[in-house]
């Protein structure tokens, strides 16, 4: 019984570290969307990703709500792995001179940010599931659901994005 909940003990702290990186991820990408909004030449990219700036200020929201809860720090962590994909979405941003081909760029960035996303909420709403924490659980599956419903979009338009990147000069 000891060796349980001592096991519990750990994962909850993981899952506490996990949901502390999210935060700092999800902050991370509320101030680097409204670059890549500004950056987009296609109205439906702009449209798209502004409503996704949206859910994202949503997402940062349940977390803290999340946190709360468990007492765990917001503000404590910075999420590396969030830094580095933004920096390389930026990259793009800056050396892509033509505006059909940036935007291509711009959902490639965005994409990998969605992946990282769904991995992440993935495994801390397993982690929930696995500790009892039902109401997180349900928080956390909402907000996963919403950021494969971002790279499924983003999927749908990079088909006419990409066609236009290919006939750039
Ligand atoms: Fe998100
Ligand atoms: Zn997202």
């Known amino acids: 019984m000891k060796f349980i909940s001592a096991n519990l003990d750990n994962l909850k702290k993981l899952y ?3 949901l502390q990186h999210l935060h700092s991820a999800e902050t991370q990408i509320t101030k680097a969307l409204p670059k890549m909004i500004e950056k987009a030449s296609d109205p439906q990219l702009k449209q798209v990703l502004q409503t996704h700036l949206q859910e994202t200020q949503g997402h940062v929201a349940r977390l803290e ?3 709360q809860n468990s007492k765990g720090e917001v503000d404590s962590k910075k999420s590396k792995g ?3 994909l933004i920096a ?3 990259d793009i941003i800056t050396d892509a001179s ?4 940036r935007d291509a760029g ?3 960035a965005a994409q990998k940010v ?3 996303e769904i991995a992440a909420y993935g495994t801390v709403r397993t982690f929930a599931e696995i500790l009892g924490l039902d109401h997180d659980a349900d928080l956390l599956d909402t907000t996963l659901e919403e950021e494969k419903h971002a790279d499924v979009v983003l999927t749908q338009i990079s088909d006419s994005a990409n066609t236009r990147a ?3 000069a």
């Open 106 to 108: 711009i959902i490639a």
């Open 98 to 101: 033509d505006e059909a081909v």
């Open 16 to 18: 506490i570290d996990q």
């Open 65 to 67: 709500q999340i946190l």
């Open 114 to 116: 969605e992946h990282y």
């Open 82 to 84: 969030m830094a580095a």
């Open 88 to 90: 390389e979405g930026e």
């Open 166 to 168: 290919d006939k750039a």
